[in-house]
């Protein structure tokens, strides 16, 4: 199977606005950040929360807490992925129950992904509310999911591929739109 990029969707700066937008939204929607957390999702999900986590503190000058979240044990097609899959452990060192927590992940796409990271979280604790924050919605969904904060919406065909890249886990900065044949 060959991938061949056919547009970028975001630039550096246009993900970096977008961010910024998002962490706007999440305080405005939340009156604040009292009692908020962030918990990004393995694997491109971690440096964004913690992104959002630090334009939060630059607008509101506080500290929101981040977790990280391994959802491998919790998804439903682990049979198809390997033989041994890889876990790289969650890091949720904060009570969750009682907090609004912000989930966040890089693509929304069929709502598996964060259906699992909604079992992973709700067998940390019972929080208050739990809400999604997304760089790309690229619809398709087949669970009833929706994100409440949403970078950009790009619509799809199913042989189309959304690709993020983020300089923490890949040494460059953009979405692309890429197509496999």
């Known amino acids: 199977m060959k991938i061949v990029e056919k547009n970028m969707i975001l630039d550096q700066a246009?993900?970096?606005r977008s961010l910024t937008r998002i962490a706007h939204e999440i305080i405005?929607?939340?009156?604040?950040?009292?009692?908020l957390a962030l918990i990004g999702v393995r694997t491109r999900g971690v440096p964004l929360a913690e992104r959002l986590a630090e334009k939060i503190k630059m607008?509101?000058?506080r500290?929101?807490?981040?977790?990280?979240?391994d959802i491998t044990l919790y998804r439903d097609d682990l049979t198809t992925l390997a033989d041994q899959p890889v876990l790289h452990g969650t890091e949720v060192d904060f009570d969750v129950s009682g907090k609004t927590i912000?989930?966040?992940?890089?693509?929304?796409?069929t709502g598996r992904t964060i259906r699992a990271a909604l079992d992973a979280?709700?067998?940390l604790g019972r929080p208050l509310v739990i809400q999604l924050a997304v760089l790309i919605d690229r619809g398709h969904r087949e669970?009833?999911?929706?994100?409440?904060?949403?970078g950009k919406n790009v619509p799809t065909s199913k042989k189309e591929l959304i690709v993020v890249k983020i300089k923490e886990t890949d040494q460059d900065e953009r979405v692309i739109l890429a197509e496999r044949f």
Do not use: W
């Open 59 to 61: 607008i509101e000058n």
């Open 102 to 109: 912000v989930l966040v992940d890089d693509v929304l796409y």
């Open 63 to 69: 500290d929101v807490l981040v977790g990280r979240l």
């Open 121 to 123: 979280i709700i067998d």
């Open 28 to 35: 405005e929607k939340n009156k604040g950040v009292e009692n």
């Open 14 to 16: 246009a993900m970096d």
């Open 143 to 150: 669970l009833p999911i929706r994100a409440d904060f949403v």
